[in-house]
């Protein structure tokens, strides 16, 4: 079992920055894989960017060169910091921790992007 808790949403305007934290707890030397997926009215949970034990990352398209995920094995926690933010960023971004089979899902934080 894998808890998460994320925070750092909020409205922001067009180019702006954000910078979401997640902190995990439980079995967490079990995580392979931690990231961050997103949820826009109407459209399908998608993936954000993805952060393995081994230290490789992964980014959507739409976000590469903007956002960068990062870990803090101290703290266990997993941020990403958003940069030139854009009105189509607007969703609610959720944490994820798999550990196969599973996936554990953080509550989800609101992240607006609005003038």
């Known amino acids: 079992q894998v808890q998460l808790v994320e925070s750092g949403g909020g409205l922001v305007q067009p180019g702006g920055s954000l910078r979401l934290s997640c902190a995990a707890s439980?079995?967490?030397?079990?995580?392979?894989?931690m990231g961050w997926y997103r949820q826009a009215p109407g459209k399908q949970r998608e993936l954000v960017a993805t952060f393995t034990t081994g230290g490789n990352t992964n980014y959507a398209y739409s976000v590469k060169g903007r956002f960068t995920i990062s870990r803090d094995n101290a703290k266990n926690t997993v941020h990403l910091q958003m940069n030139s933010l854009k009105p189509e960023d607007t969703a609610v971004y959720y944490c994820?921790?798999?550990?196969?089979?599973?996936?554990?899902w953080g509550q989800g934080t609101q992240v607006t992007v609005s003038s």
């Open positions: 994820n921790a798999f550990i196969s089979p599973y996936a554990y």
């Open positions: 439980g079995s967490i030397l079990s995580i392979s894989v």
